[in-house]
């Protein structure tokens, strides 16, 4: 008796630990940036909002993370930082086309960070949330070459206070990896 409690009790902890977090990317395009398409240009992410209120910082934060990413898949990939293009308004695809084609790139990204919940603290019961969605185009025509959308979750309670821009690389190499080639 005292054994299958242990066992009962060890599955139970495992399952709360490692079984309530949850991580996707899905390609809403069935197409993906090919590996020819190395110069790639990334418009900074627009803000979440949460209870009316713009969260300042997350999308810049996101978009610079999702660039190293890209990068280490071997291209040429900077981050757009001036004041036409920022994280407080989403771009303008034609702009950011345009802009694009002056500097040379294949593939333009802009994205946006849909959701943001960034509550979890030591045994609180809530649910740190982070979801995006990046589109990217074709400069020379503006064209869409695909988009990916992604969510990730933490757990029901953590033991420390870890903040959801843990999520930021997690979920960058997974959009990255549905993305390209």
């Known amino acids: 008796m005292k054994t299958l409690f242990k066992i009962l ?4 902890l495992v399952t709360m630990l490692f079984g309530c977090a949850a991580r996707y ?19 900074p992410f627009r803000n979440a909002y949460y209870k009316g209120r713009e969260l300042v910082g997350v999308g810049t934060g996101f978009s610079s993370t999702f660039v190293s990413e890209v990068t280490a898949t071997d291209r ?3 981050l757009v930082e001036n004041n036409e293009f920022n ?11 345009e802009h694009a084609r002056q500097q040379g790139a294949d593939v333009v990204i802009i994205g946006t960070v849909n959701e943001w919940l960034d509550g979890a603290t030591h045994w609180s019961g809530k649910v740190d949330v982070v979801s995006v969605t990046v589109f990217a185009y074709q400069p020379a025509t503006c064209q869409l070459i695909t988009s990916a959308n992604g969510r990730e979750s933490g ?27």
């Open 25 to 43: 990317a899905n390609l809403t395009r069935n197409e993906r940036i090919s590996r020819s398409q190395k110069n790639v240009i990334v418009f």
């Open 155 to 181: 757990r029901w309670f953590t033991f420390v206070n870890a903040p959801a821009t843990r999520f930021y690389k997690t979920l960058s190499q997974d959009l990255v990896a549905t993305m390209f080639e």
């Open 87 to 97: 994280e407080r308004t989403t771009a303008d695809v034609l702009k950011a086309c």
């Open 76 to 78: 040429n990939c900077r």
């Open 9 to 12: 009790l060890a599955t139970t």
